[in-house]
């Protein structure tokens, strides 16, 4: 039993064949072209071939009725099924205002659809306060002796990003570096204790020796000190007017460019986002304040949008079984089926896929007439092309062989391909594939 397929050596410009032994699963041979010429002269030195399983492809069909007229020919009855579905889906484009419509779902649902901006950034700072208060109590109401050690860890890693979530940037950045520092720390500590030097230790961690020896000879760690990591730019140009700024500001003055005119002044030469980014800083620590003016407009929820099933999409439900659809789909198919057409179209399809199924060859000629009668433009074409490779469709829904074999060799041949990138030659992935360790 022989299974024959073409696969691609350069996709859409050179294609062999792999000729494939169905009953022993091994390949027999690799040829540098597809057409019926190149496939012919092999065939003809293996005359004992009985029975070859491929696709639709007329070339193979050709050389194999040339060469060996006794051989029975049978049909793929994936590519049966496949050939089917391309010729729904182009009558489903030629019916697409009968398709029903469907809702695209966002991937994610969004929180505070019905709420202004501000109550909704209000409510997912509450929530978070609330989550981070509720691990806090679960934390604190767990005994260490009751808890097990690998449910602790994910406690602990959910408050950090609650504790995180609740920061500032600028307080969210810091308290990261310093973890990261300590979390060194702490593996100097250790490296230390197990005997380790500190030039060892140093190389270890890519750390210099002079950070090494301090965390060492420091009792507990060393924090940094305040306003450190920040180059000295000398004294700021603000700073004579500090005072004066604190008083106005204490006054409740908090424009920027009231105080920025009032500074000016009195000599300042500065810019005004240096002062800005003072103020900013001041700012972060009065009460907020109540808004004024009229309220937010509500944010209205989106209406869902609505789309025609894809021609696609709605292939598929004609040729999969029903027990296998999902409700949705399901209710799909029937608004379908309410036009007498596609439900005519929808039969013969089920009957179809069925009988390749479950073996029904004598129920071939029936359904070839019916198929035909329906006046279908597409479904015609799809019978005309049964008609022309009739032998090998009937076999295909009567005989045990598929070509599920050769279609798997290609896809190991393609692996090797990718294995073998720059150097895939026809000689030596013909030595990969049949000579495979």
């Given amino acids: 039993v022989l299974g024959i397929d073409d ?20 390949p027999l041979d690799l040829l540098p072209d597809r057409t019926a010429e190149a496939v012919m002269p092999w065939l003809s030195t293996h005359p004992e071939i009985q029975v070859v399983s491929r696709d639709r492809a007329s070339a193979f069909a050709e050389a194999v009725s ?24 182009q009558f489903l484009d030629r019916k697409r205002t009968c398709l029903p419509e469907v809702e695209d779902i966002p991937l ?51 408050k950090q990003e609650l504790e995180l979530a609740c920061l500032t940037y600028a307080e969210r950045k810091k308290k990261i570096s310093r973890d990261k520092r300590y979390a060194r720390y702490e593996h100097v500590l250790a490296l230390h204790q197990a005997g380790i030097g500190q030039r060892a230790i140093a190389r270890e961690i890519h750390m210099s020796r002079r950070i090494v020896h301090r965390y060492l000879s420091a009792e507990i760690f060393p924090e940094r000190a305040p306003g450190s990591g920040v180059r000295s730019r000398g004294r700021s140009k603000l700073a004579p007017h500090l005072a004066y700024l604190q ?40 009460p907020p ?9 509500q944010r209205l929820a ?24 999902t409700k949705v789909q399901q209710q799909q198919g029937a608004q379908m089926n309410r036009n007498e057409e596609l439900r005519a179209v929808y039969t013969l399809s089920q009957e179809f896929v069925t009988m390749l199924k479950e073996r029904h060859a004598e129920a071939l000629d029936s359904w070839l007439k019916r198929a035909k009668a329906c006046h279908v433009t597409e479904l015609t074409s799809f ?22 074999i050769t279609e798997g060799h290609v896809n190991r041949l393609k692996f090797l391909k990718r294995q073998m990138f720059g150097r895939a030659h026809l ?11």
């Fill in 7 to 26: 696969f691609a050596l350069r996709r859409g410009d050179t294609y062999g064949t792999i000729l494939i032994n169905i009953e022993t699963g091994k």
């Fill in 247 to 286: 008083e106005r500001w204490n006054a409740g003055e908090h424009t920027c460019s009231h105080l920025f005119r009032e500074i000016k002044q009195h000599g300042y030469s500065g810019s005004e986002s240096l002062l800005r980014h003072v103020l900013g800083e001041w700012r972060t620590e009065l």
């Fill in 66 to 89: 040339r060469v060996l007229p006794h051989a029975t020919q049978v049909a793929d009855r994936y590519h049966l099924v496949q050939n089917l579905r391309d010729h729904l889906q």
């Fill in 383 to 404: 019978v005309n092309g049964i008609r022309r490779d009739y032998a090998a469709v009937r076999a295909a829904c009567s005989s045990e062989w598929s070509n599920g």
């Fill in 302 to 325: 989106p209406k869902p949008r609505k789309r025609r099933l894809s021609s696609r999409g709605a292939s598929f439900l004609m040729i999969l079984p029903p027990s296998k659809l």
């Fill in 108 to 158: 994610t649902e969004r929180s505070g659809n019905t709420q202004g901006l501000g109550d909704a950034h209000g409510d997912q700072t509450s929530t978070v306060l609330s989550r981070a208060e509720a691990v806090d109590s679960q934390t604190e109401e767990t005994s260490q002796s009751e808890a097990l050690g690998g449910a602790e860890a994910p406690k602990t890693t959910m």
């Fill in 427 to 437: 000689d030596l992935l013909r030595v990969k594939v049949l000579h495979a360790v």
């Fill in 289 to 297: 304040q109540p808004r004024q003016g009229p309220p937010r407009k």
